[in-house]
Every structure is written in structure tokens, then in C-alpha cells.
């Protein structure tokens, strides 16, 4: 058993995961390191991690609906769309071998940062209550399901520029619909770990407590601070990961 220094840290390491998560994505490119650090395989990492995320989503879905960004029946709409994905990714996942589909997901990241740069048509005000979901976006979430399902890292990068690109959404409610959606896919995700057997709960509990408290502060900081300062911390949370998925530190 992990002595209580360990859980402290991981406790802190969740506490800034959740923040990342809400706001950007990547998370877990901190929270998966530092559960193999204390000794998980990755499979067992994996799980383990999807039990801390299923919990901040709850902690940040709720959280929007308090501040009053809330849109779900959209948000379930197209979390329905992720779960086939999700299913197969995650019986995927528990004979995981993703060294390759990392630098793909390098290169992917850095696409995202430069379509982010790049002008566009204005998007919609925060308050729009956008209720189509273009033909383009059923096809999005499945894949966006099956990678969410399979490895999880770097899924909120995606899924933002889908939600952004498709549906033309302001950052607050494309992350109001985000965590929704993650939330949603993790439950089928985290069930299959659980079967094979694949989570430590004491960690996963200790590392999700943190996770729902960064997710929590991390939606008062996202409706306060507006769209601007979201788009800020994407792109350097983007950035940051994609280097490191490059190898280039």
C-alpha cells in the first residue's frame, strides 16, 4: 500500500488534472505517469485513471449546471453517439500497445494548435442554444468514442476541436458538453476495467477525489474567465503534450 505521502501527491496531482481536463484536456498524461510510478501496470493505470474521471466529470457537470450552462439533451444526444466507440476501444485498451499511436497523436496534437490559430468565421455567442448536430459530428463521436475508450489521453484536445469545428460552439459550452460526453463513454469504459479486474481502488478513489475538486474550480474559472483565457490554456496545454508525445522532452 502506497504510504500517505504518495496519496497526498497523487491527491495534488489529481487536483490539477481535473483542472487541465475541464479547461483543455491532457489530464492524463500527468495522472497515468504517476500511477505507474507507484507501481501500476498500465493496464491497471488505465482503470484505475477511468474511475478518477468518471467521478470529476460528475463533479463538473454539475458544476455547469449550477452555473447555469447546461444543455442536456444535446450533450446526451451526442454522448449516445460515443458509446459503440468507447465499447470497443476500451476491450481494446486492456491489451494495450500504443507506442506508435502516440506520435500519430504528437502530430495530431500540433494540427489542433494550428487550426485554433488560424481566422475563422466568429463563433456563436456564449448564451446560443445551438440545438443541431450536423451529420459530420455522428461520425466524429464514434472515433472520438473509440479513442476516448481506448487510451483516453489527449481525448478533451479532440473533442473540443470536433464540438468547436462542427458545431460551432463557444469554449464554456464546448467544454459544458465535453465533460457530459466523457462522463457518459467512461461509464462502459470503466466497467470493463473493472471486470478484468484492472482498477486499484484505494488510488483510483484518492486520485478522483482530486480530480472533482480541480474539475469543480476548474468551471468557476471557465464561466468567469470567458472564452479568451479557455483558449489560452488550450493551447498550451496542446502544445505541451504534443511535445511530449514527440519526444522532444
Do not use: C
Not at 486520485?207 to 490554456?233: D, Q, R, T, Y
Amino acid at each position: 500500500m502506497p504510504d500517505y505521502l504518495s496519496l497526498l501527491i497523487l491527491f495534488g496531482v489529481g487536483l490539477l488534472a481535473g483542472f487541465i481536463n475541464v479547461n483543455a484536456g491532457g489530464g492524463s498524461t500527468l495522472t497515468l505517469p504517476t500511477l505507474i510510478f507507484l507501481g501500476l501496470d498500465s493496464a491497471l493505470a488505465n482503470g484505475t485513471n477511468r474511475v478518477a474521471i468518471f467521478i470529476q466529470n460528475i463533479s463538473a457537470v454539475y458544476s455547469f449546471k449550477k452555473e447555469k450552462y447546461e444543455q442536456f439533451n444535446i450533450s446526451l444526444k451526442l454522448s449516445l453517439l460515443t458509446l459503440p466507440g468507447a465499447v470497443i476501444g476500451a476491450l481494446l485498451a486492456v491489451k494495450l500497445s500504443d507506442a506508435i499511436f502516440q506520435k500519430i497523436l504528437g502530430v495530431i496534437m500540433i494540427g489542433i494548435i494550428i487550426s485554433m490559430i488560424i481566422p475563422q468565421k466568429k463563433i456563436l455567442d456564449s448564451q446560443h442554444n445551438n440545438k443541431k448536430i450536423p451529420l459530420s459530428a455522428y461520425f466524429a463521436m464514434f472515433g472520438i468514442g473509440f479513442y476516448g475508450g481506448f487510451i483516453q489521453v489527449g481525448v478533451g484536445f479532440i473533442l473540443m476541436a470536433a464540438l468547436q469545428r462542427l458545431m460551432k460552439l463557444n469554449l464554456i459550452y464546448v467544454n459544458m458538453h465535453k465533460v457530459f460526453i466523457v462522463f457518459i463513454y467512461t461509464i462502459p469504459a470503466m466497467l470493463i476495467f473493472i471486470f478484468t479486474k484492472n482498477v486499484n481502488w484505494l488510488l483510483s478513489l484518492v486520485l478522483a477525489a482530486g480530480n472533482a475538486a480541480g474539475a469543480w474550480w476548474a468551471v468557476k474559472f471557465s464561466v468567469k474567465k470567458g472564452e479568451k483565457v479557455i483558449k489560452i490554456v488550450l493551447i498550451v496545454a496542446v502544445l505541451t503534450m504534443s511535445l511530449k508525445l514527440l519526444g522532444v522532452f
